[in-house]
């Protein structure tokens, strides 16, 4: 790896910190889960602030930030959760295009809102690319640093910006859109391929009261634990494609929601499935936390997902593909 690139080190890893993109699509036939970022949408607001590809890879930061070392002067842009990032002592704002001098360190503190944020700086960060993307999947050990969350003494390496990338030190999302995460959403979901396979009141149930996530919870899914959900025989399918936002159903009845390390194939009764427009709210969320389920159509979802990243395509549009440095 080329030493001109600027380094940043890892002084102390945080509680789990890793490199993401917007995942690796295509491989699932294979038996390689997507992965990529949690919460895609707060990434790529971080790349376009800072004229970086939306594919470009940062760091998803979880509850509990690290604490970096910038060897070389860089732009940064801090999405997503609000974890009190700080630089030398001084409070740093979110959403928003921050010069980090070289020799300058970042540290996050107290999480005030959300539960994971994204670090993007410009020109992305580098590193070997497993099946087109930098993405960690823990389970199987690809991607990021060698599979791996970060470690102490780590070091990253940060690419070359492209002229799209010198975006004015300040330029911010304006406030009226940047999301407000809160530890008891309302998610939206359309019905399961399977929700034939559960009992007439199981929508009902699901609607009507909220779950909390349990402490057995990851990147993979969310154990949920409330009103019961009925079969009307058995909880197993043969197994066939899942994706983020499969509300799974096993024996026990209780509701798994799928995330972005889940498994491509899956053999439980699907009851439901989790909207895209609402796949930040629901990837903002900490064990303890609740969220209900409101239930709208395929039709109605698809237009949410449209509408909103057209409105991100409004408010920051994409770097241009194949800007010079």
Request: proline share 8%.
């Amino acid at each position: 790896m080329p030493t001109k690139q600027p380094l940043i080190h890892v002084l102390h890893p945080g509680l789990f910190t890793t490199v993401q993109d917007l995942g690796r699509s295509g491989y699932q036939r294979f038996g390689v889960s997507v992965s990529g970022a949690m919460d895609p949408w707060a990434l790529m607001v971080g790349n376009r602030l800072l004229g970086n590809p939306d594919q470009a890879a940062g760091l998803e930061i979880t509850l509990q930030g690290p604490q970096l070392l910038f060897e070389q002067a860089v732009r940064i842009a801090i999405t997503g959760a609000d974890l009190s990032p700080t630089s030398n002592g001084l409070a740093l704002p979110m959403w928003t295009v921050v010069a980090m001098p070289a020799g300058s360190r970042l540290q996050f503190g107290m999480r005030r809102q959300g539960a994971r944020a994204y670090l993007t700086v410009a020109g992305g960060i580098t590193g070997p690319m497993i099946l087109g993307s930098l993405s960690t999947h823990v389970r199987s050990g690809l991607g990021g640093l060698a599979g791996r969350a970060v470690k102490k003494w780590d070091q990253l390496f940060v690419g070359t910006a492209s002229r799209a990338a010198a975006q004015p030190i300040g330029r911010s999302l304006p406030e009226r859109y940047r999301p407000r995460y809160t530890g008891s959403p309302a998610v939206r979901v359309m019905p399961g391929p399977q929700s034939d396979y559960f009992t007439d009141d199981a929508i009902r149930l699901l609607t009507s009261s909220p779950y909390r996530v349990t402490t057995e919870s990851d990147r993979m899914g969310y154990r949920l634990e409330g009103a019961e959900l009925p079969h009307r025989a058995s909880a197993e399918i043969v197994s066939e494609a899942v994706c983020v936002g499969s509300l799974q159903v096993p024996s026990n009845r209780q509701p798994i929601l799928l995330m972005a390390d889940c498994q491509p194939t899956g053999g439980y009764a699907k009851l439901a499935t989790m909207i895209g427009a609402d796949r930040s709210l629901a990837a903002q969320l900490a064990p303890g936390d609740t969220l209900s389920f409101r239930m709208i159509s395929a039709e109605k979802a698809s237009e949410l997902f449209r509408s909103t990243y057209a409105e991100l395509d409004r408010i920051l549009p994409p770097a241009v593909l194949g800007a010079k440095p």
